[in-house]
């Protein structure tokens, strides 16, 4: 997708990102699924591929997965020896880089993540410079397979995305600089789904109203956008009737509670003062229970609205 559209409107967390790479800083990107964290990370690293010289990038999800596919790139680099993998002796005259994958992926495949993290920690250690390790997803990391993953820090530098800071892994998200992931703007969305009509030319009866309608289901996120543009595609016209049927579930996220939490706690306050105004005891009483009331779940309120 981002083939015909690119990456619009994320220049600023780029360029931090950017920087925050340059400085050496573990950097984790946050943000809902599908808002844009991998792209970001791959524009940024195509902008500072010039100046850090290592950059290793694993796509695998899983733990053992990406520790795996950080063993074979460090092979493919001379970064790491078939002794130092600890591999059959027929192996060892060769350079890592000349070994074909094929013939070892099954004994690699075999290893634990503790041999894993063993064989290759020295290997970055002895590296001339700091390899970055860009990983594309933390998200579903367990706390034992973090303990690996913080031995790699000591010797790499970590960036990487998550659409979630579980807490069983806190102690990885605190050694990270969080850079988190917004929706994009409306204006920016509507930008996204005018390239993508044009480019897959769309016949739609009204044009305003089906643009709108999907800058506000997709809630700025990207791939929602698309999902619901993919879906539309399938038409021949999108007539007025189809664009009201369009729900998309990420359109939650512009629903603000905010005026409402607002209004509410204006008509508790005032219950105490009418109930003062006019001798109305009871009013008073509850006006000032409530407010208590309110300030405490306040809290918890815009805390579950993700605030
Ligand atoms: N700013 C943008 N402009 C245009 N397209 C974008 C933009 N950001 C992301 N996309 C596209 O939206 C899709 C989803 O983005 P991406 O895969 O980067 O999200 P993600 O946050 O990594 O999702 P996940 O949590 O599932 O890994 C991709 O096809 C990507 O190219
Ligand atoms: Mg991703």
């Not at 913080?150 to 990270?176: D, N, P, T, Y």
């Not at 929706?183 to 969305?189: F, G, T």
């Amino acid at each position: 997708m981002d083939k015909i559209i690119g990456l619009m409107g994320r220049d600023e967390v780029v360029a931090d990102l950017v920087a925050e790479i340059r400085k050496g800083k573990h950097v984790i990107l946050t943000g809902t699924v599908g808002i844009g964290k991998s792209a970001v990370l791959r524009e940024a690293l195509e902008q500072v591929n010039a100046r850090v010289g290592l950059i290793i990038r694993l796509h695998d999800h899983q733990a053992k997965g990406q520790f795996v596919e950080m063993a074979r790139q460090m092979l493919e680099l001379d970064l790491l020896t078939a002794k130092e993998l600890e591999l059959p002796a027929s192996f060892h005259g060769t350079p890592g880089s000349e070994i074909d994958w094929a013939e070892i992926k099954n004994k690699v495949n075999r290893m634990s993540m503790r041999d894993l993290t063993q064989s290759v920690i020295p290997a970055l250690a002895k590296a001339e410079t700091k390899p970055v390790i860009a990983v594309d997803d933390l998200t579903s990391l367990t706390p034992t397979q973090m303990a690996f993953w913080l031995a790699i820090f000591e010797h790499a530098q970590v960036v990487g995305c998550a659409s979630e800071k579980k807490a069983r892994v806190k102690k990885l998200w605190w050694k990270m600089k969080e850079i988190s992931i917004r929706p994009l703007s409306k204006s920016v969305a509507r930008d996204v789904i005018k390239q993508y009509i044009t480019t897959k030319g769309m016949l739609i009866e009204s044009p305003d109203q089906y643009i709108s309608h999907v800058v506000k289901q997709s809630g700025g996120v990207p791939q929602a956008i698309y999902d619901m543009l993919d879906e539309s595609g399938k038409e021949r016209l999108i007539d007025k009737r189809k664009v009201r049927e369009m729900r998309h579930e990420a359109g939650i996220q512009y629903l603000d509670f905010t005026p409402m939490v607002m209004i509410l706690g204006a008509l508790i306050v005032s219950m105490r003062y009418i109930g003062m105004g006019t001798g109305d005891k009871t009013l008073y009483i509850m006006g000032g229970m409530g407010a208590a009331l309110f300030l405490t779940f306040r809290f918890f309120i815009f805390k579950g609205v993700g605030r």
